[in-house]
Each structure stands twice: as C-alpha cells, then as structure tokens.
C-alpha cells in the first residue's frame, strides 16, 4: 500500500512539472510581447485544425481577422509560431533578409518519400540554392513561348469535348481537370494524351490521387510542417507509392526516348536532358522527381484558378461579356490565334485571373523557418533560430484595409490605375 501510494505521489508530482514546463513554453510569446492565441494544454491550437480540411486556411484567416497588430502568434504542441500580417514585414522575410530565411518548414524524409524529398519543393540550404539555379531557365520567355504554342491540340480536344456534352449537365472541376492534364502533359513535358477518353483515364486518375488528400492528408502536411518525429515514427508518406511508380515509368520511359531521339523541344523533360548533356551530375531519378512534383502541382493550381474563374464569371454577367468580348477583339487582331502575343494582349482576362487567386488565394500559407537569430527592425522583435514563421495568404487577401469589400469579385482592383494603388505584397 505504502509502495503504491508513493507511485502515485511521484506520477502527480511528475504530472504536474509537466504542467509546469509546459505552461513556461506557453509564454514564450508573452514574454517577447506578441499577442497569440491562448493554447490550449499541451496542444496549443492544434486541435483546432487538425482533423478538418482546410481548417488551418479558416484557422489563420480568421486569427488574421482578430490581430490588427503586424504579427501574432500562437502554438502547435509547445512550438512557437509566429504569423506575419504587416506587408513590409512580409517583404523583409520572403525578399529582404531572405538568407536568414531560406527553408521552408517542411521537412521530408527522403527515405519514406524519396520523390518529394528530392524535388524542389522539399531541399533545403545550399541543395535547394544549387537545384533552382538549375531549374530556374526552364520558365523564360522563350521557352513559356514555345510551350503556349504546343497548347493549340489540347484546346481542340476540350472543344470537342464540350461539343458532345453541350445539352448536358457537367461537374465543371472534372472537365477542367481533364484539360488541365492534356496541356501539361504536352506543353510542358513534350507527350500528347487526351484524358477526355477512355484509355487516359489511368492518367488523370493517378494525377489527382498521387497527393494524399481530405483529412488524411491534412493530418501529413502538418506533421512534415509541425511534427517531423511523429511523421517519421509513424512512417508517413505523402505521396502514393502506386502512384509515384505509374509516373517514374511514363517519365522514364519518354526521358530515355527524348535522350534516343535527341528532340530540341523546350519542354521540361527535354530541358533536363540538356542540363545532363551539359555535364550537370542531375541524375534520372532527380528529373524524375522535378518533373512528378511539376506536374503534380501545376495540375492542382491551374485546375483550381480556372474552375473558380469560370465560377465567377458565371455569376457576373457582366464581367462575363466583358471578358468574352476582349477575347474576340483580341482573336481578330490576332488572325484567330491563341499564342503567345494574344493571351499578353487580354488584359482584362488576366484581371479576372488575378481576381480569382485574390478572393480563392489557390496556396492558403507560405511558411519559412528561421535559420539564424534574427532582429525584425520595424518592431525590434527577435526571431529566434528555429522559429516557424507563416503568411496567411487568405488573411492578407481578404484584410478589407488592403482589398476594400474582399468578399466581393472586381477585378478592377488590377487596371493599370488601381494595380499600383496596392502594395505588391498585398497580392501573395
């Protein structure tokens, strides 16, 4: 009885020093005078976002709403996070001293996801430095120029697609996925698929699935943002390993034909190999990795901004008419052709555009990890080594001091007049 009662005086005793420790780390915002948000014990305010889909977007948003101040902070488990609201601020840490912030939060193991963790995405410090100077000329002028050209076919197939659906119902998302994946596959990676039949439909299905999605993949990004122990100790892979082996064997496959055939198309693929004739040590298993995560991301992202553009140009017919009719005056000054120098001309396509990424902010946080101790000179805040620092894209989007009625779609907020009324930050 006496050996039992002593354990269970040294389990309260270790339970509450416990307690105490944690309560500590919870004023380390205190301390340094940054509002935050009251955490929750041991948790912080993980759980209030953890297990919703885009609960961390709403999360942020509405904390974004709350804070007036340039930052504020809050915490997940015990770590400290600190959210940058003010623009110059968010300059100084994206653009300014980014060398005292060069890596994203991410953390991925290469062995549980050896695809994601040696892409760009994923590298950190000098590695990340040395693939995007790599990377970098992929995207020039003239190369988007030759792509936008080799856009042509997918448009056809999308025309006749809707063509044969005219007098039905269609899920918007789905149709815009289909030609999502044909425009990426063909301008940016030189093969010619149609995802609107049947026999490339593996295609578009590994395409969407190949990301871990719904709460599932919440409860990943978190951990490789949050809580690298428990994502290794739990073995979490990101990405799909049926997936990943379904686009390692297309990619391979067309690199070693490209490499065969010695194709001079600036398509990515191509652009790889010539890094590799250059004599760069890139080796196939990294352009495999570039090129999966390419299109893995560019898929998401350019899916979603059109369906939303569509959406709202559904909604507003007057925008509507007004788009449809510069694309008209456009075409016809442009002998009926969708190039480069014509989509350049649409100006007010390209407000519409912008608008939708404002009010739909596509990426819901850009996030950085101090790599040095570091002094904000507008505050006099020292950020300490290791520290998670995070821009709400949505908080900046829809603050109504930056964007006047942010919940409204104009996208008059881009002209030539108004676009240089905005701070350029105010549009992540």
């Not at 919440?218 to 951990?223: A, P």
Request: aromatic share 12%; charged share 25%; hydrophobic share 40%.
């Amino acid at each position: 009885m006496d050996l039992l009662l002593t354990l269970l005086i040294l389990l309260a005793a270790l339970f509450l020093y416990l307690v105490y420790s944690v309560n500590e780390k919870y004023k380390y915002w205190e301390r340094r005078g940054v509002p935050f948000i009251k955490p929750t014990l041991f948790f912080g305010s993980l759980l209030s976002f953890m297990f919703d889909k885009d609960n961390l977007r709403k999360f942020l948003r509405n904390a974004s709403q709350t804070f007036p101040g340039p930052y504020y902070g809050f915490y997940v488990l015990t770590h400290p996070i600190l959210v940058i609201t003010d623009l110059e601020i968010i300059k100084r840490v994206m653009i300014k001293d980014f060398a005292a912030f060069p890596n994203k939060l991410f953390m991925w193991d290469k062995q549980l996801d050896p695809v994601l963790g040696d892409s760009l995405f994923a590298v950190r410090d000098d590695e990340w430095r040395s693939l995007r100077a790599k990377l970098s000329g992929i995207f020039s002028s003239a190369k988007l120029k030759d792509m936008v050209a080799r856009m042509q076919m997918s448009g056809e197939h999308l025309k006749d697609h809707l063509g044969l659906v005219a007098n039905q119902d269609v899920e918007a998302m789905d149709v815009i996925a289909k030609y999502s994946s044909n425009i990426i596959a063909s301008s940016a990676f030189g093969f010619n698929i149609d995802c609107f039949k049947k026999d490339h439909r593996d295609f578009k299905y590994y395409n969407e699935h190949i990301m871990s999605k719904g709460t599932i993949g919440e409860v990943k990004i978190l951990s490789y943002l949050f809580m690298h122990p428990l994502a290794k100790l739990f073995k979490l892979s990101f990405l799909d390993p049926i997936g990943v082996e379904y686009f390692r064997n297309i990619f391979m496959n067309i690199l070693k034909d490209k490499e065969a055939k010695r194709s001079n198309r600036n398509d990515i693929l191509s652009l790889l190999l010539n890094m590799k004739d250059s004599g760069d040590t890139m080796g196939y298993n990294r352009m495999v990795s570039q090129s999966i995560m390419f299109f893995a991301a560019a898929h998401e992202t350019t899916t979603a901004t059109i369906t939303f553009t569509l959406r709202e140009l559904g909604l507003n017919s007057t925008i509507q008419d007004r788009a449809r009719q510069e694309i008209a005056t456009v075409l016809q000054r442009h002998n009926g052709q969708v190039d480069y120098n014509s989509l350049i001309a649409m100006k007010y396509l390209d407000m519409t555009i912008k608008e939708t990424l404002r009010k739909y902010s596509i990426v819901s946080f850009l996030h950085r990890e101090a790599a040095e101790d570091t002094v904000i000179p507008e505050t006099g805040l020292k950020i300490d080594r290791g520290t998670g620092i995070i821009v709400s894209t949505d908080g900046v989007h829809h603050n109504p001091q930056l964007h006047p009625n942010p919940s409204i779609y104009d996208p008059e907020r881009f002209n030539d007049e108004n676009k240089h009324s905005v701070a350029s930050q105010a549009f992540v």
